[in-house]
């Protein structure tokens, strides 16, 4: 019992010490906790506070630059304003028409074969020079010249000084045939005088009648089948000279000749290639002139005419500028591209050239000094412009190129002109 009594005695100090020690520990932990709380919404504030003043200062520097940016706008509308406004000049025009074009040698043309078949001979390289009726190539034609063998053999059959036998034999006959008929002839008339003395028989009348009839039958026979074989035997001679003459046609086709002095430029073909009447074999042209071909567009070839002045820059003399002179205008518009072929010659030209250099070209159609210019910008339907005041007046328009346009009447060199729509 006293040792009951002395452990409750110890519990109760225990626990009352732990209790009022765990209340101590609870409520400083709470004073703790809400010390920290206060601190996390000062600084809280504080951020609000600072990101409050740096959305202010965004805003008024925002509204600062809108201020500067409005500003340069006016100030560049107010600068634009007074670089558009113009004064007329006075200086030389010279209107001209744009073209391009390549380098083509006098008579260049493409050479194609007449025949298909295999390429058997090349006689000529390209850059070699060559005469008018020069060989260039042969196509292999073994069964080509059978045929023209067979044509020169019936041409030697059918000659008619090589039947003249035939001929002379139905003249012959035909000879004979009329003695016949002139014999016949006499005795029935013979027979006739005698029957009209009362001597012989009406027999012998009838039967020098019928022989007579017979004998003339006879002639003209005879006369028929001899033109008969006269036209036949000119029909066969003839028909065998033109088929020889077309199988030595059909023969020379096989071997390709060049149809103009000049030089061959490109062979396109060599020995066992296949040549066709569509594939191009080669070009020639003349070596010792060329000339500038040259395309102008259908809005502009109304204003060409011949002989006038061509100012050219060949791609290959970048540097210099060549004079040249419209010599031909084909008459004759190309559909696909809308364009017209012009040819020029050049009236020096450079030293050395080739076939399809390409060049650009200014075809002059008129020059004039002095002449009164504004930008074409300037100018409203070719017609009208804007003076400073925005007032429209009407004026009269002359020669143009790219940038400026003459004008001939409606304003001077003291008029201000702005563009049109400002």
Not at 363 to 381: F, G
Request: aromatic share 6%.
């Amino acid at each position: 019992m006293k040792d009951r009594k002395s452990l409750r005695a110890c519990w109760d100090f225990a626990f009352g010490t732990n209790a009022a020690k765990f209340c101590s520990d609870r409520g400083a932990r709470r004073e703790h906790s809400l010390s920290y709380v206060t601190e996390e919404q000062r600084r809280s504030e504080q951020n609000l506070a600072r990101a409050a003043r740096s959305v202010k200062s965004q805003q008024a520097l925002n509204t600062k630059t809108v201020n500067i940016f409005l500003g340069l706008l006016i100030l560049l509308g107010a600068c634009q304003t007074q670089q558009d406004s113009i004064k007329p000049v006075r200086q030389s025009i010279t209107e001209s028409v744009y073209a391009s074009g390549v380098i083509v040698s006098e008579n260049q043309y493409q050479v194609f074969a007449a025949v298909s078949g295999i390429i058997d001979e090349v006689f000529a390289d390209e850059g070699a020079a060559v005469d008018k009726g020069s060989p260039l190539l042969s196509i292999a034609h073994d069964a080509q010249q059978l045929m023209a063998d067979n044509a020169e053999l019936s041409a030697v059959f059918n000659a008619l000084s090589l039947n003249r036998g035939k001929l002379d034999e139905a003249r012959s006959f035909a000879e004979l045939m009329k003695s016949q008929l002139e014999n016949d002839s006499s005795l029935l008339e013979r027979q006739k005088r005698l029957w009209a003395q009362n001597i012989g028989s009406k027999l012998e009348l009838e039967q020098r009648a019928l022989a007579f009839e017979h004998s003339k039958n006879n002639y003209t026979s005879a006369q028929e089948k001899l033109e008969e074989l006269e036209r036949q035997l000119d029909y066969l001679s003839k028909q065998a000279r033109n088929n020889l003459l077309i199988s030595n046609e059909n023969t020379d086709d096989y071997l390709v000749k060049s149809k103009i002095k000049g030089k061959v430029f490109q062979m396109n073909l060599t020995e066992g290639e296949m040549a066709t009447p569509q594939t191009p074999l080669a070009i020639i042209g003349n070596d010792e002139k060329y000339l500038l071909e040259m395309q102008i567009d259908e809005y502009d070839i109304v204003a060409i005419q011949l002989g006038m002045p061509v100012l050219v820059v060949l791609n290959s003399y970048r540097d210099s500028v060549f004079n040249a002179v419209v010599s031909k205008i084909n008459p004759i518009m190309n559909v696909q591209s809308k364009t017209f072929t012009v040819e020029a010659e050049f009236t020096r030209p450079p030293s050395v050239l080739y076939p399809n250099i390409s060049f650009e070209a200014n075809v002059v159609i008129s020059t004039k000094e002095d002449a009164l210019l504004v930008p074409r910008n300037y100018v409203l339907n070719d017609s009208i412009v804007v003076n400073e005041a925005g007032k429209r007046l009407i004026v009269k328009t002359g020669l143009k190129d790219y940038q400026m346009v003459e004008i001939r009447s409606g304003i001077d060199a003291n008029e201000a002109l702005i563009l049109p729509g400002q």
